[in-house]
C-alpha cells in the first residue's frame, strides 16, 4: 500500500475541486496544485535534491510555499521550513544542524548562504517519479520557536501528517465544502497540522493571507469564504483592538490557543457569529487536545485528548495526580506515529523529552471530573516564592481582567528574601492611563497575598515569537540589566 503523504493527497483529490486560494490570486484547482508540485519536484530534482535530503524553504505564505512542501513529499526529500524574518544567526543556527542541500529564500531575507528563488524550481512537463517513501521516514523538520535555548529540530513524518489531519478533519466533520483561512505562517507546525493537513485528507481548501493583519482578519475571511479559522490568542486581542469592518463571514469554527479573557471571547464569538474552541498542543506531540466542536465546549478548557490521544497528568514524582490537582502533561504514543519522531541530530535530548514514548511537555494542566483538561502554566515559568509555587497563568488571568489591561506577562525575577519575586509586564488598551497602584490593588482583591506582583512596569508592546508566544525569557533579561 502506498504512504499517505501531501503529494499523494493531492493527486487523489477530484482535479477540478478548489483547493488553494491565495489572497488578489485566482483560486488553483487540485489539478493545477498536482501539476505544480510535480513541475517543482523536477526542478529540485534538478539542482541535486533526492531521497532525504533536506530543503530549506524561508518564504512568506504563498502559492510557492505549498509547491515547495508537496513537492519534497513527491521526492522523498524532508521539509525544513524557517521564518522568513529570522536573524543571520539564526538562519545559521538551522542551516549548520539541518545542513540542507539547497535553501529557497526571498531575496530581502537575512541568509548569508547560496539560495534559489522559487522562481528558479518550477520545470513544467519534466517527469519527475514519485520516490518510494514509508509512514515512519522523516517529512519535514519543524523547528521550535527557541523562547529560552536555541531551537531544535522537531522530526515530523508522514505519518505524523496524516494522523493529525485526519484526527483534526473528523473532530471538525470537516467535507469538501470548508475552506481554511490561514493566516498563522505556514513554517509553523499550526498551520501545517491542524489547517492544511486536515484539509488534503477532506479534499478541502485553505485560503492563504501572505501576512497577519489584525485590522483585515474578518474581512479577509469573509472576502476569501472561509468556514474555520486558526489563532493564537495574542492575535485575536489585536484584531479585537480594531474597529468591526462589517464583513459577514462564513466562520463556523475558529481554533485558539493561549489565554483568553472571557470578555475577550465572547466580543470575538459576537463580532464575528462564530464559535471559540480551544486547543492545547506542540510541535512535538502531533495530536493535540480539543473542546467538542459544539455547545457544549468549555472555551476555557484546553478540552480533551482526541482520539490517539493518550495522556497522564504526573506529579514530580511521575505519578498521576489526583483530578483537581495540576500535573505535568505527560504525553503517551509511539514516536513517528502519534507523537513527533523526536529531534533532529540530538539523541540526548530525545531522550530526555521523548523517553520510552512518554513525551514531557514542561506543561501543567489539571484535570475535572468531566475529563476536561485546563491549563495551568509552563513548568519553567512557574514561580517560587517563600517556598510556594505560583503559576504565571494565574496572575495573567487575573490582571488581564482589568479594563485598561490589553495584555499582561508575569515573569518571576530574583529577590533576596523570598528567593523570586513576581514581575507584571503590561500594555494598556489605547488611552487608558492606570497607574501601578491600581492594577496592584486590583490583583490584592482578587489573588492571595503570595501572588500579588511586586512590580508593574508599562510596555508598548510584549516581546513575542513569531506565532505570538510570550519571550519570557527576554522579560526576565531587560529586568536584570543595569
Request: net charge negative.
Given at each position: 500500500m502506498r504512504t499517505e503523504t501531501t503529494a499523494t493527497l493531492v493527486a487523489a483529490a477530484p482535479p477540478d475541486s478548489v483547493f488553494a486560494v491565495v489572497d488578489g490570486n485566482a483560486p488553483i484547482t487540485y489539478g493545477e496544485q498536482h501539476a505544480r508540485l510535480l513541475a517543482t519536484a523536477a526542478g529540485l530534482a534538478a539542482h541535486g535534491v533526492r531521497q532525504g535530503d533536506r530543503v530549506?524553504?524561508?518564504?512568506?505564505?504563498?502559492?510557492?510555499?505549498?509547491?515547495i512542501w508537496f513537492a519534497t513529499a513527491h521526492l522523498g526529500a524532508v521539509l525544513v521550513p524557517t521564518n522568513p524574518r529570522s536573524t543571520a544567526a539564526e538562519f545559521a543556527h538551522v542551516l549548520a544542524d539541518a545542513r540542507p542541500r539547497i535553501s529557497i529564500a526571498a531575496a530581502d531575507t537575512a541568509l548569508d548562504a547560496p539560495t534559489l528563488s522559487p522562481e528558479e524550481l518550477a520545470l513544467p512537463g519534466a517527469d519527475v517519479p514519485a520516490v518510494r517513501v514509508e509512514p515512519a521516514d522523516p517529512a519535514a523538520i519543524l523547528y521550535t520557536s527557541g523562547t529560552t535555548s536555541l531551537p531544535k529540530g522537531v522530526v515530523v513524518t508522514h505519518a505524523n501528517y496524516r494522523a493529525v489531519g485526519r484526527a483534526v478533519a473528523e473532530h471538525l466533520t470537516i467535507t469538501a465544502a470548508d475552506r481554511w483561512f490561514i493566516a498563522l505562517p505556514l513554517f509553523h507546525a499550526n498551520a501545517q497540522y491542524y489547517c492544511t493537513m486536515s484539509a488534503l485528507v477532506r479534499g478541502a481548501s485553505v485560503a492563504l493571507a501572505p501576512r497577519f493583519s489584525a485590522s483585515g482578519w474578518g474581512a479577509q475571511a469573509a472576502r476569501l469564504g472561509a468556514t474555520l479559522a486558526s489563532l493564537f490568542a495574542a492575535p485575536i486581542r489585536m484584531i479585537l483592538a480594531n474597529p468591526p469592518t462589517g464583513e459577514e463571514s462564513a466562520l463556523r469554527t475558529v481554533l485558539f490557543a493561549q489565554n483568553l479573557a472571557e470578555d475577550q471571547a465572547a466580543a470575538f464569538e459576537r463580532r464575528f457569529a462564530t464559535r471559540l474552541v480551544q486547543i492545547y498542543g506542540m510541535t512535538e506531540t502531533v495530536l493535540p487536545t480539543m473542546n467538542p466542536d459544539g455547545a457544549d465546549r468549555r472555551w476555557h478548557s484546553i478540552g480533551r485528548p482526541l482520539p490517539g490521544v493518550s495522556l497522564v497528568l504526573a506529579?514530580?514524582?511521575?505519578?498521576?495526580?489526583a483530578d483537581g490537582q495540576p500535573g505535568e502533561i505527560r504525553v503517551r504514543g509511539v514516536p513517528g506515529e502519534t507523537i513527533a519522531a523526536g529531534y533532529w541530530r540530538d539523541p540526548a535530548a530525545t531522550k530526555a523529552t521523548f523517553g520510552d514514548g512518554l513525551l514531557r511537555t514542561g506543561d501543567?494542566?489539571?484535570?475535572?471530573?468531566?475529563?476536561?483538561?485546563?491549563?495551568?502554566?509552563?513548568?519553567?515559568?512557574?514561580?517560587?516564592?517563600?517556598?510556594?509555587?505560583?503559576?504565571?497563568?494565574?496572575?495573567?488571568?487575573?490582571?488581564?481582567?482589568?479594563?485598561?489591561?490589553?495584555?499582561?506577562?508575569?515573569?518571576?525575577?530574583?529577590?533576596?528574601?523570598?528567593?523570586?519575586?513576581?514581575?507584571?509586564?503590561?500594555?494598556?488598551?489605547?488611552?487608558?492611563?492606570?497607574?501601578?497602584r491600581d492594577i496592584l490593588a486590583w490583583c490584592r482583591e482578587r489573588l492571595a497575598a503570595h501572588k500579588v506582583p511586586a512590580q508593574v512596569r508599562f510596555l508598548s508592546s510584549l516581546p513575542r515569537t513569531s506565532v505570538g508566544k510570550i519571550r519570557k525569557a527576554e522579560l526576565r533579561r531587560t529586568e536584570e540589566s543595569p
Open positions: 530549506h524553504v524561508s518564504l512568506p505564505n504563498g502559492q510557492e510555499f505549498l509547491d506529579g514530580e514524582d511521575g505519578a498521576p495526580v501543567l494542566a489539571y484535570r475535572d471530573a468531566d475529563g476536561f483538561l485546563y491549563f495551568v502554566d509552563r513548568a519553567k515559568d512557574m514561580i517560587k516564592r517563600g517556598g510556594e509555587n505560583v503559576a504565571t497563568g494565574e496572575i495573567e488571568r487575573v490582571a488581564g481582567d482589568h479594563p485598561a489591561v490589553a495584555e499582561c506577562a508575569a515573569v518571576g525575577i530574583p529577590d533576596p528574601v523570598y528567593d523570586e519575586a513576581i514581575l507584571l509586564a503590561v500594555v494598556l488598551e489605547p488611552g487608558a492611563e492606570p497607574g501601578a
